[in-house]
C-alpha cells in the first residue's frame, strides 16, 4: 500500500512539473529544449524496456520496431485528419494519434510475442532483431508514408508538458505493475521459469504480458517522437537505435527503474555533450560505454537503490 501511495505522489508530481515546465516553455532555448524532449521519449522507451528485459528476465533487440509502428501509425492519423479538425480540437486529436499509436504498436508486440516467447536469451534476441529490422524495411517500401524518403509535414504537437507527463504515467503504470499482485509474476518469470511453473504461473502469459505493455508504450513515444521531429525515416529505426535503449536499460540497472530514468537521461545528454569533439565524438561515447560496463556490469545505480530499499521504485 505504501508502495502504491508512493507512486500515486510521484505520478502526481510528475505531471504537475511537466504543466509548469510547459507553461514556460516560450522562454526556453530551442535547442534544448529539442534536449529535453528527447530525454522525456528516451525516459519512456527505457523504461517500457526495462519491464521486458529487466522484470521479466527477457532480451528483446526490437524495441525500435514497435517505436517506429507507435510512430509511423500516430503520424499518417495525424496528417489524414488534422485539415478536418478545428484548432481547438487539435489536443484531442493528439491524444488520440498516439493512443492509436501505441495499440498497432501493443498488436505488433502480440503478433511477434505469442509465436516468440516461448524461446528465451539469444535466441529471443535473434527473433526480436529480425522482427524490427522486417519492420524498417517494410515502412521503407511502402509509398503511403513517404518510402524510404520518410513522412514529411507532421504536426508539430509534442510539447515538454505532453512528454513528461506521459513519461511519469508510463513510469507509475510499470511501478504499479511490477509491485501489484499479478506483478510478482514478472519477477518469478525471471528468477526460475521452472520453479514459477511448478507454482502454478504460465511463464508464457506473463512475457506475452511484458511484451504487449512493453510494445504500448514504445509506440506512445514513438508517436512524440513523429510530432517532435516533425520527420520520420525508416533509417532512424534501424539495429543502432534498438541497442541504444538496451544499453539504458543494462547501465540503469536491470529492473531498477529509477536507475533506468537517469541513465536515459545521461545517455541522450551525453551525446550533446561530445559534440565539441566533431568527429571523434562517437568514439568517445562507445569508450565511455565500455568503461562504464567494465567498471559496473551490474548497472550504475543497482548497488545504491538497493541500500535505500528503492528495489521496487
Excluded at 504537437?157 to 503504470?173: D, E, N, Q
Excluded at 534498438?242 to 541522450?268: C, E, Q
Aim: aromatic fraction near 10%; charge should be positive; include cysteine.
Amino acid at each position: 500500500m505504501k508502495s502504491a501511495d508512493g507512486a500515486k505522489r510521484w505520478l502526481l508530481v510528475g505531471i504537475a512539473l511537466a504543466v509548469v515546465a510547459s507553461y514556460f516553455t516560450p522562454q526556453f532555448n530551442r535547442y534544448y529544449l529539442g534536449i529535453a524532449i528527447d530525454c522525456g521519449i528516451n525516459i519512456i522507451l527505457a523504461v517500457s524496456l526495462n519491464l521486458i528485459n529487466g522484470h521479466t528476465g527477457q532480451f528483446s533487440l526490437g524495441h525500435a520496431g514497435f517505436m517506429a509502428v507507435g510512430g509511423y501509425t500516430a503520424a499518417k492519423f495525424s496528417l489524414v485528419f488534422e485539415a478536418m479538425v478545428p484548432d481547438s480540437l487539435k489536443p484531442l486529436l493528439f491524444v488520440a494519434a498516439l493512443t492509436l499509436g501505441g495499440l498497432i504498436a501493443a498488436l505488433a508486440g502480440l503478433g511477434v510475442g505469442v509465436p516468440s516467447l516461448r524461446l528465451k536469451g539469444d535466441y529471443l534476441a535473434i527473433v526480436t532483431l529480425g522482427f524490427g529490422e522486417i519492420i524498417r524495411v517494410v515502412v521503407q517500401n511502402m509509398e503511403s508514408v513517404g518510402a524510404a524518403s520518410g513522412l514529411k509535414n507532421i504536426p508539430k504537437w509534442t510539447t515538454l508538458g505532453w512528454t513528461f507527463a506521459l513519461a511519469a504515467i508510463t513510469i507509475y503504470a510499470v511501478a504499479s505493475l511490477v509491485n501489484s499482485t499479478y506483478g510478482r509474476g514478472f519477477i518469478a518469470v525471471s528468477d526460475d521459469e521452472v520453479a514459477a511453473s511448478s507454482m502454478g504461473i504460465n511463464p508464457v502469459r506473463y512475457k506475452v504480458t511484458a511484451f504487449v505493455t512493453g510494445a504500448f508504450f514504445a509506440g506512445i513515444a514513438g508517436g512524440l517522437y513523429a510530432h517532435h521531429k516533425q520527420f520520420l525515416s525508416p533509417t532512424g529505426f534501424d539495429f543502432l537505435k534498438s541497442i541504444d535503449i538496451v544499453v539504458m536499460v543494462i547501465l540503469g540497472g536491470m529492473g531498477r527503474t529509477a536507475g533506468v530514468v537517469i541513465a536515459a537521461i545521461i545517455l541522450t545528454l551525453l551525446p550533446e555533450f561530445l559534440r565539441q569533439f566533431a568527429d571523434y565524438r562517437m568514439i568517445i561515447y562507445s569508450l565511455l560505454i565500455i568503461g562504464l560496463m567494465m567498471a559496473r556490469p551490474q548497472g550504475l545505480f543497482t548497488l545504491s537503490f538497493k541500500k535505500k530499499g528503492a528495489a521496487s521504485v
